[in-house]
């Protein structure tokens, strides 16, 4: 054994992990090398002194100071903390905006998410439920990079090129009995960042194709930053009257825009056995709703996939093969991003 | 001996509930909660701020801006995740962020601060004169120490830090720092190689 081997493995001698082999290889080498045989008790008094050196006791005046910030720092974002008033194992104990409950829409932009997701940077959110009011997030890099906010399931891990220089992907978590929760996850493929628009289709404009202007259904408008990766989080409570939302993403790109339409399913991932799915000349987005809360899946496809009529009439065991035969019926190629998340092109 | 250690395990989970409850009242933005969350991690994330930047002031700022982040970022916090290794890891970022800013801040090897040192320790050490084991008292002692620390590259002092003073494990600090284990213990074995080697010099602190 070399020197420099022997001192590669002083710390697993010490703690004892060294492989039994290459542990006598090492007292061996220790026997015969008076160098390394110094250099280990210099290593291992080392350790012990590292591991005696005292607590040094904080400022006393540091807990007044950092308090004195945190209540500065909620006085200065009022809504942000109103916002902070869940737990998110428990997503609808809070409190869902009149405004939302008014309009019978049961979903949620969660603002403090989207702000506490750490890529997000120099975004400026348009945020439903408050009133077209505008807010240029603040530089909070800082923040220790997190996983996702709660345990989102692998669903839709993978992100689909949607053109238009962006990415798109879903993610997913349906742990909580009383919601299903999605992260719209965007990101600008190419070197420039991306405006875009999110907002919740209602029943009427899913039907004539056309796009809503209630401001009330903007989930996000905003800048996708190069680099960076915007997450719009969208939340699915259980009282909700309908099975499947729909949000429509629209973003520009040079001179040209795009519109994709995501179809989100109350019950992801329950595949009903032997669902039949059958409809006559009509539009696309309703196929896809239909598809999305029969079998339980999350869809993704342009607005001119869904603005266009067609007959599809799908009956399959297995949301796959239910997904692969509306895809086909309806000229398309299906793409699976995840368990349950599919994207139609 | 089994019922000491049961007991313990049953110690370890009720602190773990009230951990838990406490975050939960911190994410219902309670300022009582934030309260005591800082008297409960207030001494770990001081003594960790100061053993990785060595100094008392810095180890202030990064510290408050720590516990700021920390009220800032409670939400982003899972309930299953490991509060203490997500605690570390701001106070490391707040650190690594810090450096960043001021990059121009070369690192100082011991020697250097021997050279430039103004303090009574540095003039003792400089002084050849071999020094009884009882003249180096337990702070000054410390203090060399915490020199030698701080002539190591950034990660490792974290790691360092966290190991020795933190008593976190290997997997804990991998969680902390995102790395691979192999490459936490690798550090930690340079590390303390190069430590050996500064304070391996000094005898008079193995007393
Ligand atoms: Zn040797």
Redesign the pocket.
């Known amino acids: 054994m070399k ?1 420099v081997k ?1 001192q590669e493995l002083f710390s697993a001698y010490l703690e004892k992990t060294i492989q039994p082999p290459m542990g006598v290889a090492f007292e061996q ?1 220790l026997a015969e ?1 008076a ?2 045989k110094s250099e280990y008790e210099k290593f291992h008094a080392t350790t012990v002194v590292l591991d005696e050196l005292p607590q040094v006791a904080p400022p006393p005046e540091m807990h007044a100071a950092i308090m004195a910030r945190i209540q500065e720092a909620r006085r200065e974002s009022p809504r942000k903390v109103n916002w902070l008033r869940f737990e998110w194992p428990s997503v609808f104990t809070l409190r869902v905006p009149s405004r939302a409950l008014a309009a019978g829409i049961a979903m949620l932009l969660v603002f403090a998410m989207t702000y506490q997701l750490t890529p997000l940077q120099s975004v400026t959110a348009n945020l439903f439920g408050f009133n077209k009011h505008t807010e240029r997030l603040a530089d909070d890099s800082g923040v220790a990079p997190m996983p996702m906010p709660w345990g989102v399931t692998a669903a839709g891990a993978k992100r689909a090129d949607v053109g238009g220089g962006l990415m798109m992907g879903l993610s997913v978590n349906t742990t909580n009995p009383e919601s299903t929760a999605f992260i719209l996850r965007l990101a600008a493929r190419d070197g420039h960042s991306i405006p875009v628009r999110v907002s919740l289709m209602g029943d009427d404009a899913l039907q004539n194709g056309a796009s809503s202007n209630d401001p009330n259904s903007v989930l996000f408008m905003g800048t996708v930053a190069v680099g960076r990766q915007a997450a719009v989080p969208v939340v699915m409570a259980g009282c909700a009257n309908r099975m499947v939302q729909v949000a429509k993403v629209t973003w520009q790109n040079g001179d040209r825009s795009y519109s994709e339409y995501v179809f989100m399913p109350w019950t992801l991932g329950s595949e009903s056995g032997d669902a039949r799915v059958s409809i006559d000349n009509a539009a696309g987005s309703q196929i896809l709703s239909k598809l999305s809360a029969e079998y339980g899946v999350a869809v993704i496809a342009s607005e001119a996939q869904v603005a266009k009529s067609m007959t599809v009439d799908v009956s399959a065991g297995t949301a796959d093969e239910a997904l692969a035969a509306a895809a086909q019926q309806m000229g398309l190629s299906g793409e699976k991003l995840g368990s349950s998340v599919y994207i139609l092109k | 001996m089994i019922f000491k250690a049961s007991k313990s395990s049953e110690e370890r989970e009720h602190e773990r509930a009230s951990e838990r409850a406490l975050i939960t009242r911190c994410k219902n933005g309670e300022i009582g909660a934030f309260d005591e969350l800082y008297s409960r991690f207030e001494k770990r994330v001081f003594n960790c701020a100061y053993h990785i930047c060595g100094n008392y002031h810095d180890a202030s700022d990064i510290s408050q801006e720590a516990f700021l982040r920390v009220f800032n970022s409670i939400q982003t916090f899972r309930g299953d995740a490991n509060f203490l290794t997500w605690i570390y890891r701001i106070v490391t970022n707040v650190f690594l962020d810090e450096r960043k800013k001021s990059k121009a801040h070369r690192q100082t090897s011991l020697d250097e601060y021997i050279e430039l040192g103004e303090s009574s320790v540095a003039r003792q050490i400089e002084d050849d004169s071999p020094l009884p084991v009882d003249v180096v008292q337990a702070n000054e002692r410390a203090e060399i120490v915490q020199k030698a620390i701080n002539s190591l590259p950034e990660y490792q002092r974290i790691i360092v830090t966290l190991y020795h003073m933190e008593s976190l494990s290997y997997d804990e600090i991998a969680e902390v720092l995102q790395l691979p284990i192999g490459t936490v213990k690798s550090r930690l074995n340079r590390a303390r190689l190069a430590l050996a080697e500064i304070l391996g010099a000094k005898p008079e602190l193995f007393g």
Do not use: N, T
Request: charge should be positive.
């Open positions: 020197c022997a080498h090398c160098r390394c």
